[in-house]
């Protein structure tokens, strides 16, 4: 196809995240990162988050959603795109990163693929589970895992936060799971899960965010939710697993490296 002589380029990664206006830094670290584990290949970042788009713009930060850095990537010739999704769970978020790639691929011709979402396999969401869960435990303390959570109960992908759910309170009879929003919600269950904790005996509660950056949730949801257990035991959120200041699920290494190994897989997958 005449076309195609102008698609020159080699590969580019796109890094598909929901976006932060609090901790946007995060997700340039982890472009760093990538980008020095791939020689010859070329990163960008797209953000979902309008909210999050209009903020960063206000503050003379330019950053553009996945259409359009698609439709740059199209337009500066890459034969090959993949679009990594930096989305925890493969609900809402990553099924519209789905269907954008599925759409842009009936007219461009750039070969484009995507990653699955960091916990879409049994296997490897297990492995990065036990190892946080071994990572931040302590001893005498009971611990809260936060989930973000999906209001709607009948989208696709539910599975795995369901299963993440169970996974974490099975580990540990210190463990305990809720959501913000969704299935299981810390507004319903507080009562039940502050009586839970101190029939097991703890008297300290380690509340953690669930969340691969600490956004406006862990300012506010986050502290709302301390504050509520504070009235009964020593509570407080887990502390920063890097230089962040706040728990960042993204500062988890194992976190950054199985999206490496999901970018590395899909690149494989164009035979170059």
């Known amino acids: 196809m005449k076309r195609y002589r102008h698609y020159d380029k080699g ?11 609090v901790e946007q830094k995060l997700y340039e670290d ?12 070329d ?25 359009q850095v698609l439709a740059d990537t199209d337009r500066a010739g890459y034969r090959r795109v993949v679009v990594a999704s930096i989305n925890l769970f493969p609900t809402d978020e990553h099924e519209l990163l789905v269907k954008t790639v599925e759409g842009f691929s009936r007219f461009s011709l750039s070969r484009i693929r995507h990653t699955g979402a960091i916990f879409d396999s049994s296997a490897q969401t297990s492995a990065v589970l036990k190892k946080l869960d071994d990572t931040i435990g302590r001893e005498e303390c009971a611990n809260l895992y936060v989930i973000h959570g999906v209001p709607p109960l009948d989208l696709k992908g539910l599975g795995a936060v369901e ?17 913000l929003e969704g299935a299981y919600p810390w507004s319903a269950l507080k009562d039940r899960l502050m009586h839970d904790i101190a029939q097991r005996g703890y008297k300290k509660v380690q509340v953690v965010p669930m969340l691969l950056v600490s956004g ?18 020593e509570s407080f959120i887990a502390p920063a697993l890097g230089p962040s200041g706040r728990f960042n699920l993204l500062e988890f290494e194992d976190i950054p490296r199985l999206i490496r190994r999901k970018i590395f897989e899909e690149i494989e997958k164009f035979g170059c």
């Open 163 to 179: 299963y993440s759910h169970g996974l974490l309170e099975a580990l540990s009879p210190a463990n305990f799971c809720c959501s």
């Open 43 to 67: 990163f960008f970042i797209s953000f979902s988050s309008r909210m999050v788009l209009k903020e960063l713009a206000a503050r003379g930060m330019e950053y553009r959603n996945l259409p």
């Open 11 to 21: 590969t580019a990664v796109i890094l598909s995240c929901f976006g932060s206006v």
């Open 216 to 233: 406006n949730h862990y300012i506010k949801d986050m502290v709302g939710i301390r504050d509520e257990l504070s009235e009964r035991f």
């Open 30 to 41: 982890l472009k760093s990162a990538m980008q020095e584990s791939f020689e010859g290949v």
